[in-house]
C-alpha cells in the first residue's frame, strides 16, 4: 500500500485520495486488513493539495455559445441542470410523470432511490428552461424510435430494445458528457489542463453555476437544498413550506436564466425590484389606513357616548328642574323644558323618570 501510494502521486489528489480508498475498501471487503497506523503511513504519500484542474468559468456568455451548438435535448439538458441544480444522474432518472409543467415554478419530483443522499426531494426549473423541456418533448418520440433502430444491430443484438422508457430523457450519462463535450468543441471552447489532462469545461460546472447563482439572490440554504446537499435537506424542508420555497426561487430566477440578454434581465430585475418596493408602500398604506379606521371608529363611539351621556344629564336636570317648575306653578319654564327634552331626547325616551318608571313622582 506505502509502494501503491506513491505510484499515484502523478495522479490529481482528490482522484489519488479516491483511488487509495477504493482500493482500501476492496482489500478490507476480503479481509485482507491493514491497521489504522499503516494505513495512515501509506496516506501521507498520496499528494497534497485540493483540486488540480483549472476550470475556466462557466459564466453565461459560455452557456449562450454551448446552447447554440446543441441540439433540442442538450438544450433541454444543460437549461434544466443549470437552473435546477441536479446532479447528471438524478435528472436522467426523472419520469414523465415527474415533472409538472403547469406549476409555476415548474417543479420536478426526485426520487429518494435516484439520490445521492438517499432522500426524496423536489427542486424547480426556469421559465426558459421548462420552454425548452416542450420543445424536446415533441421531437422525443422519434429520437427514442430513431435510437432503438441503431442500437438493434450493436454488440449481435438481433431484436431492438423496448420502447417503453417512460424518463424525461431516454439517454445514458456517457452520451450526455459525450453530446456536452461535442458542443464545447463546436462552440472552440475545448481545452485539457496540462497537469491532469482533463477538460476546463464540464458538465458537472452546470450544478455549481446553479449554486453560485441562486445565492446571489435567495438564502444559500435554500440553493444549497434545491441542489440536495444533505445537510440543508431536513431543517430547510421543515424550515420552509413548498409555497415559500418556490417564491424564493422565483425571486431568484432570473439569475439561472441564460439566453435572456444581460441589460433585459437587469432591466426586468430593476423593474420587478421597483414592482416590489410599491406592493410594500401600498401594503404598508393599507395597513396604516386599516388603524386609522380602526381609530376613527373608536373615536367616533367615544364621542357617541358622551353625546349620550350629556342628553342624560340633560334631561335628569330638565326632570328636576321641572319638578321645582310644577311646584311653582311655572308654565312658561315648564314650556322651555319640553323644549329641551325633545332637543336631547334619548333613543325616543324623552324623560330619565319615565325610564326609571317615577312618572307618578312627577306628578305630585
Known sequence: MLKFAVSLQNRPPLSARQVFNQVNEFLSMNDVVITPKDTKRARNKLPKGGVATQEKDMDLDTLRSLL????AKGKAIILALA?????????????????????????????????????QRYTFVSTESALSIREWLKVRKKYLEASLKKGMHLKGRTT????????????SDNLVNQMFEQAV??????????????????????????????????????AETLAGHQGYLTNS???????????????????????????????????????????????????????????IKHIR?????????????????????????????????????????????????NS????????????K
Open 68 to 71: 447554440a451548438h446543441s441540439d
Open 83 to 119: 437552473s435546477g441544480g441536479m446532479r447528471i444522474g438524478e435528472l436522467l432518472s426523472v419520469t414523465l410523470k415527474d415533472i409538472d409543467l403547469d406549476s409555476k415554478p415548474v417543479k420536478i419530483n426526485i426520487r429518494g432511490k435516484n439520490t445521492k443522499t438517499g432522500y
Open 160 to 171: 431492438a430494445k423496448s420502447s417503453i422508457d417512460n424518463r424525461l430523457f431516454p439517454v
Open 185 to 222: 468543441r463546436n462552440a472552440g471552447l475545448f481545452d485539457q489542463d496540462e497537469t491532469t489532462n482533463r477538460t476546463t469545461l464540464h458538465i458537472h460546472q452546470l450544478r455549481k453555476f446553479f449554486l453560485s447563482q441562486l445565492s446571489l439572490k435567495a438564502p444559500k440554504e435554500i
Open 237 to 295: 424542508y421543515r424550515r420552509y413550506t413548498e409555497a415559500q420555497l418556490a417564491e424564493k426561487y422565483l425571486e431568484a430566477e432570473y439569475l439561472v436564466t441564460i439566453q435572456v440578454p444581460t441589460e433585459i434581465k437587469e432591466i426586468q430585475n430593476e423593474f420587478r425590484e421597483k414592482m416590489q418596493n410599491q406592493t410594500d408602500i401600498v401594503e404598508r398604506l393599507v395597513a396604516k389606513n386599516m388603524r386609522q379606521e380602526d381609530e
Open 301 to 349: 363611539e367615544i364621542i357617541v357616548k358622551q353625546d349620550k351621556d350629556y342628553d342624560k344629564m340633560v334631561l335628569l336636570w330638565a326632570d328636576l328642574a321641572e319638578i321645582h317648575a310644577r311646584n311653582q306653578n311655572d308654565k312658561e319654564s315648564l314650556k322651555i323644558l319640553e323644549d329641551v327634552r325633545h332637543k336631547h331626547a334619548v333613543n325616543g325616551v
Open 352 to 363: 330619565v323618570l319615565k325610564i326609571n318608571g317615577r312618572q307618578e313622582t312627577l306628578t
